[in-house]
Nanobody, 126 residues
Framework: QVQLVESGGGSVQAGGSLRLSCAAS????????RAWFRQAPGKEREGVAA????????WYADSVKGRFTISHDNGKNTLYLQMNSLKPEDAAMYYC???????????????????WGQGTQVTVSS
């Protein structure tokens, strides 16, 4: 049973930075892909960034390219999301997820049936 626990959310001003963490426990070897999603009030949950843990290949939503960086520490089994140059539109609940496949063309990138964390709130003030 894989469990994911996010941390690092908070409140920042526009232009600021935050680093989210997602610690994984349990049997995670079948979950080759990890990702960050976000959901703002009244909006659909959307993919932000994904990474293949074996080789570090990463994918980003166009809205965060050049500002956010996803990484994974295999030794600590922890996923990170470094968020720089934050904008008010980045404010949302951020969730990490683990899955055995990645389908970027799908609404939830193939993570719908994966394992999800409980979320961490990010607030960005203008």
């Amino acid at each position: 049973q894989v469990q994911l626990v996010e941390s690092g959310g908070g409140s920042v001003q526009a232009g600021g930075s935050l680093r989210l963490s997602c610690a994984a426990s349990g049997y995670t070897y079948s979950s080759a892909y990890r990702a960050w999603f976000r959901q703002a009030p009244g909006k659909e949950r959307e993919g932000v960034a994904a990474i293949q843990t074996s080789d570090g290949s990463a994918w980003y939503a166009d809205s965060v390219k050049g500002r956010f960086t996803i990484s994974h520490d295999n030794g600590k089994n922890t996923l990170y999301l470094q968020m720089n140059s934050l904008k008010p539109e980045d404010a949302a609940m951020y969730y990490c997820a683990a899955a055995g496949e990645l389908r970027v063309g799908d609404p939830l990138w193939g993570f719908r049936s994966g394992v999800w964390g409980q979320g961490t709130q990010v607030t960005v003030s203008s």
